[in-house]
Nanobody, 114 residues
């Protein structure tokens, strides 16, 4: 069974940082590129960043220069380091394979507000 467990979200002031974690079932992690996605209220879910098994990385324009995606193969974990956060980064963040599969985790809420 596919398992995706996101954590690390929270409330942070503009300009602050958060690090998100995603623990992934081996069946996905071993065979697919992974991505971080987000969904803000009233908006469609969007891809924020992705990383292939051999660490080829893509960032959405909104994430370039501020976010860093990484994966730890030994821990079956994908990370998203988010710096210089802005109020428009407020969303529920999810990880999934890239392209995304049909099963999603519960996500982790990120709120950027003063």
């Amino acid at each position: 069974q596919v398992q995706l467990v996101e954590s690390g979200g929270g409330l942070v002031q503009p300009g602050g940082s958060l690090r998100l974690f995603c623990t992934v079932s081996v069946s996905i992690f071993s065979n697919y590129a992974m991505g971080w996605y987000r969904q803000a209220p009233g908006k469609q879910r969007e891809l924020v960043a992705s990383i292939s098994f051999d660490s080829i990385i893509y960032y959405a324009d909104s994430a370039k220069g501020r976010f860093i995606i990484a994966r730890d193969k030994a821990k079956n974990t994908v990370y998203l380091q988010m710096n210089s956060l802005k109020p428009e980064d407020t969303a529920v963040y999810y990880c999934n394979s890239f392209p995304a599969g049909s099963n999603w985790g519960q996500g982790t809420q990120v709120t950027v507000s003063s």
